[in-house]
């Protein structure tokens, strides 16, 4: 079903601004075609509903997965793609961690564009200089769904390489649920035992779920020294 030229959506957006669009206008844009009986705007609501009504849960989708959705091929998945991906990286620039980690929310903040949305676990790892700024952030592993992920031997080579003094965990619960497990407090014991015999200070172990974080030195799991108090 075509639309009237008032209600296309670039004709909409020339006029009146991006702002103006519903979230299904705008990936009509992107999917720039409708299907027989469909316009564009119909295929973006159908996706939408698909996604529970998010943009965050399309965020997550990867690739193979906006492909099977109905009416949308291999050129507009890509296009989909492609939008989330600068819309990621775009959140990340404007979250990025500042030269000094003093709190958990910065940490947050700055994970969170990364690990937003995921189906599996990731754990990252922050480093730190004697004055805790920030000089490096990397991932040290991926995983399943449930799996709880810290590789102790990967960030103790990553930390010892960098020469950092001090490191922050970070790793993500796909079930939305932030609260550690018994296995996460298990892994964080045995990681900062790791730590303390090479002289570097296990600051923090952030759990992020999409809504919130857990922090294990908010807590009082250890302090800001890194002292073992589990």
């Not at 006029?15 to 844009?29: C, D, F, N, Q, V």
């Not at 409708?34 to 943009?55: F, P």
């Not at 989708?61 to 600068?86: H, Q, T, W, Y």
């Not at 690990?115 to 991926?142: A, F, P």
Request: aromatic share 6%; charged share 25%.
């Amino acid at each position: 079903m075509d639309l009237y030229p008032d209600e296309r959506p670039r004709e909409k957006m020339m006029k009146r601004g991006p702002e103006a669009l519903s979230s299904a206008e705008l990936l009509a844009i992107l999917l720039r075609t409708g299907t027989r009986g469909k316009n564009a705007v119909d295929i973006g609501q159908e996706l939408l509903a698909l996604c529970d009504g998010k943009i965050s849960a399309l965020w997550s989708k990867s690739l193979d997965e906006i492909v099977r959705f109905p009416g949308v091929g291999p050129a507009k998945a890509v296009s989909i793609a492609a939008a989330m991906e600068l819309g990621r990286r775009a959140f990340a620039e404007a979250y990025s961690p500042g030269p000094t980690i003093t709190t958990p929310m910065q940490v947050y903040e700055a994970l969170l564009p990364r690990i937003k949305g995921l189906d599996h676990e990731q754990c990252w790892l922050l480093m730190l200089d004697r004055s805790g700024r920030n000089i490096g952030l990397e991932r040290i592993t991926s995983g399943g769904g449930s799996a709880t992920i810290i590789d102790t031997r990967q960030i103790m080579k990553r930390a010892l390489d960098r020469q950092a003094s001090a490191i922050i965990i970070v790793h993500n619960h796909p079930c939305g649920d932030c609260m550690p497990s018994k296995a996460d407090i298990e892994e964080t014991r045995r990681l900062q035992i790791a730590a303390k015999a090479f002289n570097i200070s296990l600051l923090d172990h952030v759990v992020i779920a999409d809504d919130g974080f857990f922090s294990f030195t908010e807590d009082g799991a250890f302090d800001r020294s890194g002292r073992k108090i589990l």
